[in-house]
């Protein structure tokens, strides 16, 4: 059979042949575009593996927060290794499944559960530098670990619901005539897997930075210079009636102290707070486009281009390539054990 254009296939697939088809050769763009993605499903793969990797390897990433951060890797590897590659070859062949009803159903399946699982993941780890941040006094070790693993059940759980629903009846995934493999588009679904899946967890995460936000701004304004200054006392001390009286001054010298630099506990309150930030941000512009589309394309029964249909999705896909980046960029134990990792290698 002769190869489909990334970019173009004929509109003509009445009674499931293909022979009509007309195909253009690939294009510099498309030879490009599809490299590019390529490129990106396998540093996504090695990347959050390299993480995995390292938290089994290292003794101490066996307890929090590393569990959460081993569950959001989990995740990525499995978007990286069975979702991304299937919608890779999806676009080779100009956004049309040929795989069959079962796969589609499959790939759907696991793009849903993977997807849900990084972003609820995402989600455990803000909530999670919320409470080590704003209660550190109460988050004791052995509540943040209990905490931790009821977030990751509930993770798994939520994204499991949410992605085997249409497996019994909620909505259909795969169309023979026209190719297509998609999420259902049953609008109770729609909005029932978006709200579950993005919409309340973006109200959570929202919600945490802006209370984390409030917390570190009321801590800046509460380092100002600490001065003691205690009125001078006069103490009269009388022995007896006909002695004559003694009195003597006490005077307190003033104290005073100030913190000229952080402490070591706000300069790391102050890291996680920056990297909390900015995952949520890159978690926020990479899923955004994506979610309104599939809340807004099937309650107004309207359509977009294929084109921008793709770009969201693997836009969204490449949140899963940023997670490892920013989380390990800004914790320097991550840093030192992959020079470790390296370096044993060698």
Known sequence: ?????????????????????????????????????????VATFVWNLLVLVTILRVRTFHRVPHNLVASMAISDVMVAGLVMPLSL??????????????????????????CTASIWNVTAIALDRYWSITRHLEYTLKTRKRISNVMIG???????????????????????D???????????????STFGAFYLPLCVVLFVYWKIYKAAKFRIGSRKTNTITPMAEVIEVKEAERQPQMAFTVRHATVSFQTDGETWREQKERRAAL??????????????PFFLAELI????????PPVW?????????????FNPLIYTAFNKNYNNAFRNLFSRQR
């Open 1 to 41: 059979m002769t190869q489909p254009n990334v970019t173009d296939l004929s509109a003509n697939t009445s009674g499931g042949s293909e022979s009509g088809n007309l195909y253009r050769p690939f294009s510099v763009f498309s030879v490009l575009t599809l490299t590019l993605l390529a490129m990106l499903v």
């Open 89 to 114: 070859v999806r676009e080779l062949y100009g956004r049309r499944w040929i795989l069959g009803r079962a796969l589609c159903q499959v790939w759907i399946s696991c793009d849903v559960l993977c």
């Open 154 to 176: 509930l993770t798994w759980v939520l994204s499991s619901v949410i992605s085997l629903s249409p497996l019994f009846g909620w909505g259909e995934t795969y169309s023979e």
């Open 178 to 192: 026209s190719l297509t493999c998609q999420v259902s588009q049953e609008p109770s679904y729609t909005v029932f």
């Open 275 to 288: 990297m909390v930030g900015i995952l949520i941000g890159v978690f926020v512009l990479c899923w955004i």
């Open 297 to 304: 394309i099937p309650l107004c029964s309207c359509d977009i």
């Open 309 to 321: 249909k793709s770009v969201f999705l693997w836009l969204g896909y490449s949140n899963s390539f």
